[in-house]
Each structure stands twice: as structure tokens, then as C-alpha cells.
């Protein structure tokens, strides 16, 4: 079974400071990877997803994340965080074969932004 | 192209009523999800239908709870004889159809409160 791990409950990064948030996936092949942000009291919005090619993905909101095989790791990150990122950071996996199409969350990651 | 609407935005039920949450999908879209988010916790798959069929329902308990997508009118979620631990926010995600590394789209989402 599929599963995603999300190491960091909260975060807290000053306004203009790089950001990583880490993401790590368990499953048999190569998986499809997203990351959604949450803001209060809101769905949730897809910032970007990987399913092939180029290992490095590019996002809105000037995001991108990076797929490493050999650490089963989606990493997302930012060179410098805006205030309005303040939010919380969901990493998601979804299956590739048959009707399977559930996404399996993390727990996600909350982001606190000082200025 | 408005987005996933889901409805009531907020709910209140005593122990033991029914509640019904609502989820309209995106235009053209016709695959509809549904997820349970739990407080301080990540998203959790409940249920995947197309119109008129349950495609995959291994994340619904299995007392209580049933889902629907009929060919006309919005998807149902149906939680009989609410208990406290049904208090969450559910969320509707809908795509156009049902391969994995496309994006669902999610709705605002339902929160339920059961007093």
C-alpha cells in the first residue's frame, strides 16, 4: 500500500528565506507526486505534480520540487517566502494502475511566516 | 467555469441525526472523490464514484456512511445516526475522469460539527 510521510508538522520561516518542505512516498513503482496547499478554513489548491520526465517540477506561485528515486523523496521549495505562503503543505501520491485513482496524503505541513 | 461546489459549507447535527453533504463537480468533469480531513490531520480517500457507480469505496466505514452519484443532480454523502467522531470536513474532488496523474479538483469542503 501507498503511503506518504511528511517529517515536519510546523514550520516557521522569515519573510525573503529559502524554504524546504520534505516529503517522503512509499510504493512498489514509480508513483505520481503533488503537492496542495491548504489555506484556513479552504480546499485545497494544487501548487504542481510530478508522473515523468524531467525531475524537476515547476509550480505556481514560484514553487518547484524535485522527484529523487533513490530517496523515494519530493522535496518542495521556494528561494524566498511571501507572507501569503503562510498556510498549510500537503504531499500526496496517487496510484498508477487500474481505477485506483484515491491520492494518499501526508499530514501535512504548517507553514508560519514572520516578517 | 465555476469550480467543485459542495454544500452546506457548515454543519450542525445532534447525536443520532442524518447528515447529507452535497458535491457538484466541475463541468464535464464525471469522477467524482470524496475525502475526510480530521482535525490536525491530512486528507483520508473515502469514496470514488462515476455517475450511477461506486468505483472504489474501501476507504467508507462500514456502518453508516453511503455515497451516491446519480446521473442527474450533485453526489451525496449520507451519514446516518451521526456520532462525535463524525465531526470533520469533508471534501469533494472531482476530475474528468479517472487516470491517476490528473488533477482533482477540490471543492471548499463541509464541516461537520455533531453536538
Known amino acids: 500500500a501507498q503511503s506518504v510521510t511528511q517529517p515536519d508538522i510546523h514550520i516557521t520561516v522569515s519573510e525573503g528565506a529559502s524554504l524546504e518542505l520534505r516529503c517522503n512516498y512509499s510504493?512498489?513503482?514509480?508513483?505520481?507526486l503533488f503537492w496542495y496547499v491548504q489555506s484556513p478554513g479552504q480546499g485545497l489548491q494544487l501548487l504542481l505534480k510530478?508522473?515523468?520526465?524531467?525531475?524537476l517540477v515547476q509550480g505556481i506561485k514560484g514553487f518547484e520540487a524535485e522527484f529523487k528515486r533513490s530517496q523515494s523523496s519530493f522535496n518542495l521549495r521556494k528561494p524566498s517566502v511571501h507572507w501569503s505562503d503562510a498556510a498549510e503543505y500537503f504531499c500526496a501520491v496517487g496510484a498508477r494502475a487500474g481505477t485506483a485513482s484515491k491520492l494518499t496524503f501526508g499530514t501535512g505541513t504548517r507553514l508560519q511566516v514572520t516578517l | 467555469n465555476a469550480g467543485v461546489m459542495q454544500n452546506p459549507r457548515h454543519l450542525v447535527r445532534r447525536r443520532g441525526q442524518e447528515a447529507r453533504l452535497r458535491c457538484s463537480p466541475m463541468k464535464g468533469h464525471s469522477h467524482v472523490y470524496w475525502y475526510r480531513q480530521l482535525p490536525e490531520e491530512g486528507l483520508k480517500f473515502m469514496v470514488y464514484?462515476?455517475?450511477?457507480?461506486?468505483?472504489?469505496e474501501s476507504g467508507m466505514p462500514k456502518e453508516r456512511f453511503s455515497a451516491e452519484f446519480p446521473k442527474e443532480g450533485p453526489s451525496i454523502l449520507r451519514i446516518q445516526q451521526v456520532v462525535r467522531g463524525d465531526s470533520a470536513a469533508y471534501f469533494c474532488?472531482?476530475?474528468?475522469?479517472?487516470?491517476?496523474?490528473?488533477?482533482?479538483?477540490f471543492g471548499p469542503g463541509t464541516r461537520l460539527t455533531v453536538l
Open positions: 510530478y508522473f515523468s520526465g524531467d525531475t
Open positions: 474532488a472531482s476530475s474528468p475522469n479517472g487516470v491517476s496523474y490528473n488533477e482533482q479538483f
Open positions: 464514484l462515476q455517475k450511477e457507480n461506486i468505483i472504489d
Open positions: 510504493y512498489g513503482a514509480t508513483p505520481y
